[in-house]
């Protein structure tokens, strides 16, 4: 009795070491993904957030889904007991078709009592194809390949004006416009009731047509231009060569032709496109003037392109090159019938030429080495020659002078010895005994 009393007790003081429980839950409103819209291809990532409703300390893992496919599965997941919250997430690329994620927590430590919240799977969600990444699904996109999120589409014929040559759908490019000074959103730039493409005067609401004297010289033109006949020489270029390009040598067979550029081509070398739609004279180092030999009238519109990023819309232009390089110039020429040429010419600028700033400074620069080395040589021929004058050579050395001696007689006594007569020893002869 005593001990059911007292087990009774510890339960009543203790409760909570009784029934400590853990219980991690999904929360399913805090799911949220790194972006609203979703492009095929896009890198997303998806977040959760994970709720221990328990009141124990509870470690686990997350793991994500998409359709069997595991997308990543967290690190170990420590969420402190007691109603506090963790998040996790995964990196996912999103796929072509329509998809969800699905959100499981598994591996918990203590085991979880309640597994019903366990789990969540996101809504459906359909991705869109956008190439440009503007958020504008390509189906409904007015630029595909160019980034445009307003979908501006001044002129409402579905394109839109990033990629529109035409804003105002009058007929005109945009970049022609420009050169001509009209407004490249409004047909009628002047507010003179004509069209632009229709008005000679685009820019002045007092005039639209051409004055009489205007449109006789025009004419005259055309007709001068018409009779223009050249004939042309192909000329064979190495390829190899720096100049690799073909010139075609321009012989005229009337001379009562008299055309813009064929009048100041005078002393100039004259040279006519692959296709003979347009002829060029270079001026100087960087310089070439360019005329269409289309008449007049005959075309709807026409435009060169530099190649260097420069274009124009004059049939007679000239134009300085930046740099030396090679360059392609293109004339694109179409008429009402909407048919469109394009002839190109291939225009080499050398960069060793007498009016390149960097070569004349290089040449300078060699012409003070030169002048300086000349004062240098000359610096030391002086001085070699200043060393052999104070050099004596020795065929020139003078033999130096003899010391003449005087002799002086000195009379010799002389000093006459007497001879010691010389005593003979005698010899005595001892008698042999007999």
Sequence with gaps: MKRLLFISLAILLFPMATFATSDLELRSTHTRFSTETFTVGDEVRVYATIRNS????????????????????????????GGNDEEVWADFTVPSDSFNIFIQIDSTTPEDSDTSNNSYLTPLYTPIFDQDG???????????????????????????DVCDDDDDNDGIDDDVEDELGTDPLDKDSDGDGVPDASDAYPTDASRSELEVAEEVEEIAVEEAAEEVVVEVEEVEVSDESVDAVEELEVVEETTSVDTTLLERSSGAVLNVSPDSSFVYV????????????TPEGSYDSLKWDFGDGTSSVQRTISHTFLNAGRYTVSLTV???????????QVITISLFHLANPMIQMLIGILLILLILSSVALRKAHRAAESVQTNVVKPAEVSAPKK??????TVKKKVVTKKKT???KRVTKKTPKKK
């Design 54 to 81: 328990g009141d124990e300390d509870t470690t686990g893992y997350v793991a994500f889904y998409h359709a069997d496919d595991l997308l990543g599965r967290s690190q170990v997941v420590t969420v402190v007991s």
């Design 134 to 160: 503007d958020g504008v699904d390509d189906d409904d996109d007015n630029c595909p390949t160019v980034s445009n999120a307003n979908q501006t589409d001044s002129d409402g014929d579905g394109e839109g």
């Design 282 to 293: 270079r001026r100087d180092w960087k310089t070439y003037e360019f005329e269409a030999l």
């Design 334 to 344: 179409s008429d009402a019938q909407g048919v469109t040429t394009v002839d190109s």
């Design 403 to 408: 010391r003449v001696v005087k002799k002086r």
């Design 421 to 423: 007569p010389v005593k």
